[in-house]
């Protein structure tokens, strides 16, 4: 099994990114995802998760508000609005052992290469 994310890159401060995770086999057949990051120099910290039927999702307070995650039986997605130079970071996605995703990372199986998004002020 493998997930892959998409989509990071260079933006100014108030714009926007739509970040895609693909998977192989059946990574997010039954399961939840969630997406962290990592900024330089700090720990891994959990972004936004959502449940395997899409019904329930969980969010970082930080980005509550400028942050949707979001599913379809392909990939799942986490829409970036009102960037800040605090969001820079490397992106992962990973796949939960169960069906809702935990703002825990220990509860996730399989993780993704990560992707650089870069907010400038």
């Known amino acids: 099994v493998q997930l892959q994310a998409f989509g990071g890159g260079l933006v100014q401060a108030g714009g926007f990114l739509r970040l895609s995770c693909a998977a192989s086999?059946?990574?997010?057949?039954?399961?939840?995802v969630g997406w962290f990051r990592q900024a330089p120099g700090k720990e891994r910290s959990f972004v936004a998760g959502?449940?395997?039927?899409?019904?329930r999702t969980s969010y970082l307070d930080s980005v509550k508000g400028r942050f949707t995650i979001s599913r379809d039986n392909a990939k799942v997605y986490l829409q970036m609005n009102g960037l800040k130079p605090e969001d820079t970071a490397v992106y992962y996605c990973?796949?939960?052992?169960?069906?809702?995703?935990?703002?825990?990372?220990?509860?996730?199986?399989?993780w993704g290469r990560g992707t650089l998004v870069t907010v400038s002020s």
């Open positions: 990973a796949s939960a052992k169960f069906a809702i995703a935990s703002p825990r990372s220990n509860e996730y199986v399989y």
């Open positions: 959502i449940s395997w039927r899409g019904d």
């Open positions: 086999g059946r990574a997010f057949s039954n399961n939840g």
